[in-house]
């Protein structure tokens, strides 16, 4: 059973560009969420997607974008960047079962730094 | 709004007892998680509560009481490798949902 695989694992971008950093599902999760996480801070929730559409969505600008492709994985991306999107970006994959939330595998991250 | 709370830092001694709080506000209730962090590294799932009550899993151990919006983590006989950020989580919704509101974290330091 293969886990959640992020990439890069760390990029440099400056402010006003733009990112796109990918993941790969654990097998048999159909749920991709996307958390960012500064630096001493728990994560927070920008989005989610199942069945390639978004299913929730935290306190985050449009600017944040993200897809999900038949194959359950997904990308999430940052336009415009400003200094305070650095931050490690973590995907977590979920099954698709009903009623009880259903834990979340979580990929080791991307760390983005904005310059 | 949406408040999770748990201490900052912790010490404790290896092969001691420590219990690290967590108190949440959140407009929905749907379970409490506990993930544990290594620097550098993903969150890993270590238990689940959604009724009031203790659950035990080897060393660790997660209590929930709902009604005062409090859970603790318990870890027992400490490691050096239990050293790390432990994540207390909320899932605010109902159904599947990969939702989760997060606390701050609490760095546990354990010393020989």
């Known amino acids: 059973e293969t886990g959640v695989t992020q990439s890069p694992t760390h990029l440099i971008k400056t402010r006003g560009q733009q990112v796109t950093l990918r993941c790969s599902s654990q097998?048999?999760?159909?749920?991709v969420s996307w958390y960012q996480q500064a630096l001493g801070q728990g994560p927070q929730f920008i989005f989610q997607y199942y069945r390639e559409e978004e299913n929730g969505r935290g306190n985050f600008p449009p600017r944040f974008s993200g897809l999900q492709f038949p194959n359950y994985s997904s990308e999430l991306n940052v336009n415009a960047l400003e200094l305070d999107d650095s931050a490690l970006y973590l995907c977590?994959?979920?099954?698709?079962?009903?009623?009880?939330?259903?834990?979340?595998?979580f990929g080791a991250g991307s760390r983005l730094t904005v310059l | 709004g949406q408040n999770i709370d748990q201490p900052t830092e912790m010490t404790a001694t290896e092969g001691a007892i420590v219990q690290i709080n967590c108190t949440y506000q959140?407009?929905?209730?749907?379970?409490l998680f506990w993930y544990q962090q290594h620097a550098g590294e993903a969150p890993t799932f270590l238990s689940y509560?959604?009724?009031?009550g203790l659950e035990e899993k080897g060393r660790f151990s997660s209590f929930l009481s709902r009604s005062k919006g409090y859970s603790y983590l318990l870890l027992k006989e400490l490691q050096m490798k239990d050293s790390a950020s432990y994540l207390c989580a909320v899932s605010p919704g109902s159904g599947n949902t990969g939702k989760l509101i997060f606390g701050q974290g609490t760095t546990l330091q354990v010393k020989p």
């Open positions: 097998s048999g999760h159909n749920t």
């Open positions: 509560n959604v009724l009031d």
């Open positions: 977590a994959s979920s099954g698709a079962g009903r009623g009880a939330p259903n834990v979340l595998t």
């Open positions: 959140t407009s929905g209730f749907n379970g």
